[in-house]
């Protein structure tokens, strides 16, 4: 069955074609071709992850170009990494091709959507796939294409068109990096293939200082593509597309590629330590950024998008600091649990037709299933002891620990708090206290939806049982099996890491309860005395607008300025230059009148000049 792995992109792939061409004809089964054919990918993905869980690493490949003595090649490779992910990216996106059968129902365009996500979760699946850098980047840019198209599927909105426009560029700015890494890899390595980057790299064979400007290229690519500082404004912004697009793009796929970017280059950066403290510090600060500005936002997605930037800075982090099993085990039950908060999010928008939570409030008597779902996701999120997130992210501190960096242990609990902070402002401000407006048209979301959202409130509850130092570090030790290069699966660390982490959470939680569902706190005074900070925070720190006064006005200043000089100095010399030719053509041609008697003096004239310079030359 492993040798059919190459079919897992492909079915979806083969989805999209036939959404788009029959999309008005198969309107009314588009949701259902779309949810089998993404039940037929996550089947064939269950058989191979367990076909490859039990015969360990498996390369098929096939010559595409050869150019000399380079032979080009694209495949398959299936390694631990890649199967969590495959599985995971698979599942994620069968739970969220049943949930848009009932949030999407009645959308003219319901075709198009589908096809759109058939082709998106193909490219995450083919680049999971990849066996070599080439292939990974071709699957990359065609990640980005499909969240371009997803992103602005409403295009009748002017803010979604904007939207999507600016993931796509914002994300190309990252990709140049990694371009120019892969470049510079291939030069120094002689191969685009993973396996000899590995042996290149771990062998010595590339210059320690050539290693790290590689490795920083690289993580530019995934600065770009995981919504790290500061390439991050394109993310919250992509919550213009539709609710379930937004839980597809920021539990397993498209952020999580970054992150992934790192894990599979792993060797690279542990061959510099300059590399390693990059990421660690951009992840930190990413954490601790996005989590302030996650503290003020009234959007219930945009609360959402900050929480994936600040968690991805915590993967980031833990990349940093040699906590491979930790970054990649926070990834894993960050997927849940994420998703899990979107689609909840999503059936609260679906009821109530609005994305403000000033809006809201006191959901929990009517949409009881969405109420429940959304607390285990905020709980896990929040690291409360026994779930998830309590395992990964309590890993993650570990690891930061182990490695000595002090200063980023401190921003991480920091980081760990504000995360409970806002998820249980939002839960407090959404389900809890009292109405802001009448229910009684509330409806709870239809049994598709409900469905997805309590498995996932399964997993986002237990799966973080699959590496914890109580009941054996499964997937660490599986993720690091027959990896030489990479650390052990679990960072053991003092008790008191994990008491720390269990208090920052419950800190975090009943802060939130303090002021937001006990009313202990006046918040139109505290935003009244601390206006310049709300105000910065509600603004993003005022990035957009100082990207948008230098690099946006700046690149329109200077475009202008090259179209002035093309104008006025390069086109004025080129008329100049045709005007004199032009007057020397017209002037000659006034010569051609046709009078025998003009052409014969011109000639005789010619004679005469010719013979006076014969004679001043002294003759032949």
Partial sequence: MIYLAWLIPVVPFVSFLCLLWMRKAARSLASWFAVAA????????????????????????????TIGSIDITFGVLLNPLNSLMLLLVSFISFLIHVYSMGYMKGDSRISVYYGYLGLFTSAMLGLVLSPNLLQFYMFWELVGLGSFLL????????????????????????????????????WQTNSLRFTDIYTSITAGQVEAGMVTLIAILIFIGAIGKSGQFPLHTWLPDAMEGPTPVSAL??????????VYLVAVMYPLYMASAIALTVVACVGAFTAIYAATIGLVQNDIKQVLAYSTISQLGYMMLAMGVLGYTAGVFHLFTHAFFKALLFLAAGS????????????????????KVTSFSFLVGALAI????????????????????????????????????????????????????????????IQEAPIGMKATMVVLAIFALGIGYVNTPWFGTFLGDWLTEGASFLTGGHHSSPVWIMLAATIVSLGGIALAYYIYEGKKVDQGNWKQSFSGTYRMLSRN?????????????????????????????????????????????KTGSKTQNGQTQT?????????????????????Y
Avoid: C
């Fill in 38 to 65: 993404s039940a037929i990918t996550f089947g064939l993905t269950l058989a191979v992850f367990f076909a490859s869980f039990q015969q360990g690493t498996f390369t098929q490949e096939w010559s595409w170009l």
């Fill in 541 to 585: 720190y005022y990035i957009d607008e100082f990207y948008e006064l230098t690099f946006v006005k700046g690149t329109r200043g200077l475009g202008m300025a090259f179209h002035y000089i093309e104008m006025y100095v390069v086109s004025g010399m080129m008329d100049m230059i045709q005007g004199f030719f032009f007057s020397i053509g």
């Fill in 382 to 441: 929040s690291g409360f002891p026994l779930l998830s997130g309590f395992f990964s992210k309590e890993e993650i501190l570990a690891a930061v620990w182990a490695d000595g960096q002090y200063v980023l242990f401190f921003v991480a609990l920091g980081a760990a708090f504000l995360t409970s902070l806002y998820m249980f402002r939002l839960y407090f401000l959404v389900f809890r206290g009292e109405p802001k407006k009448s229910l009684d048209h």
């Fill in 249 to 258: 793009i920021h539990a397993a796929t498209m952020v999580a590629a970054g």
């Fill in 151 to 186: 992103i602005g599927f409403y295009f009748y909105k002017n803010s979604a068109k904007q939207a999507a426009k600016k993931a796509f560029i914002m994300t190309r700015i990252g990709d140049v990096g990694l371009l120019i890494g892969l470049i510079l890899l291939f």
């Fill in 348 to 367: 609260v928008i679906h009821a109530l037709h609005t994305q403000n939570i000033k809006e809201m409030g006191g959901l929990n008597k009517k949409l």
């Fill in 599 to 619: 052409y014969g003096a011109v000639a005789f004239l010619g004679l005469v000049l010719f013979m006076a310079f014969y004679i001043w030359k002294g003759g």
